[in-house]
């Protein structure tokens, strides 16, 4: 469950919502004033803030711009629980950035409602790469907890583009940053209508999770799309060259292939597994192969 949270400077309604909260599998922290929950939240940011509008100077809109305005802690669910039901005072609140209104009295499995729609809510979009908008680490695992628990056979396709560093190097971080885009949008849309998960790991890494005889497909469609979309984004003499020059990570000028989608296949079968871990080193080890002279861009193998 999360950890709340909760500023009020009425004593009674602070012990009353606190205690319905923990009842149902939160923690709380507790605050008396506007102070002490901007304090709070500095110190050690909580996964949600429910605020009481009116409890002196900083009042709750005030501790709520304070917190949105903050790019540390921007991303926390703000409640904000009021007397005030106006519709004057209820835009008040979303003018300040607070994420949801409650006006009192409130039935307490509302307000739990609303807390678990929020949790929800921000964890989805923190879930997600922001560069791509592609689901992250946690999504990730899930999703291979979800097949390992149907019991069926299943592949992971790791992808990353070759040589970045010296490609981020030459053509900036703008063009960097659409080649990662490029990436994510060719294995996005090649799994579209399968059995299939995407998720970007960060950074160039990318992940495909996905029945095991649509693997080799998805890995060689998504590699010609890339290279068909790459050289959008690229000025035109680099695109007829093939090739650039940047320095490698001893420092050596050299000359470099213009980035790839690489990829490694690793067969998972349900009887073999036995850990995250173990996964992660045989893909590690699966696309340093992929990486090769000779290996062709893809590797395969089996946990």
């Known amino acids: 469950m999360s950890e709340i949270l909760y500023a009020d400077d009425e004593e009674g309604l602070r ?23 901007l304090a709070e939240v500095r110190r050690q940011p909580p996964d949600m803030v429910i605020l009481d509008y009116r409890m002196g100077r900083p009042d709750g809109l ?4 304070d917190i949105k305005a903050d790019p540390r802690v921007s991303h926390l669910p703000v409640l904000i629980l009021t007397a005030q039901s106006s519709i004057e005072d209820r ?32 964890q989805r979009v923190l879930d997600r790469n922001p560069t791509t908008g592609l689901a992250g680490g946690l999504a990730i ?20 583009l070759d040589d970045f560093k010296p490609f981020a190097d030459r053509f900036g971080f703008a063009v960097a940053d659409q080649a990662i885009r490029e990436a994510g949008r060719s294995v996005a849309t090649t799994v579209e209508g ?6 970007h790991v960060g950074g160039d890494d990318f992940v495909a999770v996905c029945r095991p005889e649509d ?3 998805i890995v060689l469609t998504a590699r010609a799309r890339f290279s068909q979309g790459l050289p959008r984004h690229l000025p035109e003499d680099a695109v007829r060259a093939g090739v650039y020059v940047a320095r490698d990570r001893q420092g050596v000028e050299r000359e470099f292939r213009l980035t790839r989608l690489s990829a490694a296949i690793v067969t998972v079968a349900p009887d073999r597994w036995t850990s995250l871990e173990a996964l992660g080193e045989r893909v590690a080890e699966a ?9 062709g861009g893809i590797a395969e193998a089996e946990l």
Request: charge should be positive.
């Open 15 to 37: 012990q009353m919502v606190s205690d319905f909260l923990r009842h149902a599998g939160h923690e709380v922290r507790l605050a008396e004033n506007g102070t002490q929950a």
């Open 62 to 65: 005030e501790v709520c711009r």
């Open 91 to 122: 835009l008040g609140g979303f003018e300040a950035g607070a994420d949801d209104y409650l006006a009192k009295p409130f039935d307490p499995r509302e307000l739990l409602a609303r807390v678990s729609a929020l949790t929800r809510q921000v």
């Open 141 to 160: 695992e899930r999703e291979i907890q979800r097949r390992r628990d149907r019991g069926d056979a299943f592949a992971v396709c790791y992808f990353d």
């Open 194 to 199: 399968r059995d299939a998960f995407v998720g």
């Open 215 to 217: 693997a080799k497909e």
């Open 287 to 295: 696309k340093r192969q992929s990486k090769t002279p000779g290996g």
